[in-house]
């Protein structure tokens, strides 16, 4: 299953509204990024949804989990979405 798949699986099969998706090409994420992510959502944020792998390196998952932390945004793996229910 394609990244792109991935959250199109989510959307159709799982009634997920996604708010942003950052790209693979513009890694590696920032506070920043992240805030404005979640700055411009006019929803209340639920669940950020984390490509593990296409994340990139350790570090870069790191940042982006100490920024949700920080933020206290729940987060889940693409793999474990929708398998706790």
């Known amino acids: 299953m394609s990244r792109a798949s991935k959250f199109?699986?989510?959307i159709l099969k799982l009634n997920f509204a996604?708010?942003?998706i950052i790209p693979g090409y513009a890694l590696p994420l920032s506070d920043e990024m992240i805030k404005q992510a979640i700055g411009k959502t006019e929803e209340e944020i639920d669940l950020a949804i984390i490509d593990w792998k296409g994340l990139g390196n350790s570090d870069m998952r790191q940042q982006a989990i100490s920024v949700l932390?920080?933020?206290h945004i729940r987060y889940e793996r693409?793999?474990?979405?929708?398998?706790?229910?």
């Open 18 to 20: 996604i708010s942003h």
């Open 8 to 10: 199109e699986h989510f």
């Open 78 to 85: 693409t793999s474990e979405v929708g398998k706790h229910d």
């Open 69 to 71: 932390d920080k933020l």
